[in-house]
């Protein structure tokens, strides 16, 4: 049996320091933001290379806030991908912005550089690329694209904790960087969290302020916000965890170097990943074409797997009123269809990857 993913062995791993410092906060009664959430913001700011780290509530509200500090809204354009976690389309969506789809590249599943300018109207104010499974998009030609154009880029880089592109961190390539600490992200809390990294003091001042009702004195309310503050639980149980987010990140590229080494060449097709990124993993994704009847036999092996996604944003009810339909980003369309995602956490060990590639080279559907 190979599990998806194991939150169990990891706060088994590190269960006496959390729990002393779940302990402190509870001490403290410091419940919302205090002293454990500016101690994780101090260590992740400079962790992704920017001057500053904002807590939020969920990788979401990161992403909303972030649109929101850029001064961006109702009759507002932002490009993202429709391969993506519906989050990221909901947050412009939050904000009465538009979101404007661009397809990805198939052999990257990140946005595709050279479709973006197409979609470019005088409505349009941001990009946000989404560094999908942890892999960077590709960077220097959306930054080129957002200086030429005078648009902002927005990183959505809530699966990419410690990626980088050409040797610079993720979220601090692009103006604001959006990370999510929902539990089963690359660095995980105990219940939501997320976090907006930027090194522009204008917008490290207006998230904070966002987040907070829009104030930066008690009961002065300068701007229209609202309640997106990360508890002070969550920031000791990731102030913790920044003491190991490298370990498990390399033992994610290990991994993932296993499976690639086995994999490549096969039907099962792996993304290459060129030697200017850091690919960090979040999720390890092959693609067949008969990817369902692929996930029943592994699941009848004793090996569970995910798919992300299987349905586009463009395609899904909710965004109807975009009024897209089959055949609008093939890329995305066809990505949804045959990705699956393998077992993929710091702590599995080698035997078990080579359990499931076994199974991979036993299946004969392929
Ligand atoms: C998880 C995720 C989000 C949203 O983060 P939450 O913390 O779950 O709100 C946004 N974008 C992507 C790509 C994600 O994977």
Redesign the pocket.
Known sequence: MVPFVDLKAQYHSIKPEIDAAVIQVFESTQFVLGSAVAGFEKAFAPYCKAEYAVGMN??????QLAILAAGIGRGDEVITTPF??V??VS?IDFTNAKPVFVDIDPETLTIDPAKIEAAITPRTKAIIP?H?HGRPADMDPIMEIAKRRNLLVIE?A??AHGAEYKGRRIGSIGDMG?F???PG?NLGAYG???AVTTSNPDFNKRLRMFRDWGSEKKYYHDLKGGNFRLEGVQGAVLGVKMKYIEGWTEARRTHAARYNAALAGTPYRPLNVPSHLRHVF?VYAVRHPKRDALQAYLTEKGIQTGIHYPVPVHLQKSFAELGHKVGDFPHSERAAAETLSLPMYPELTPAQVDEVIGALKDWSGK
């Open positions: 969920s990788g979401t509200s990161a992403i993506t976690f989050a990221t947050a989404v999908l959505d809530a699966q959006c999510s600490f929902y992200k939501e969290g997320g979040h």
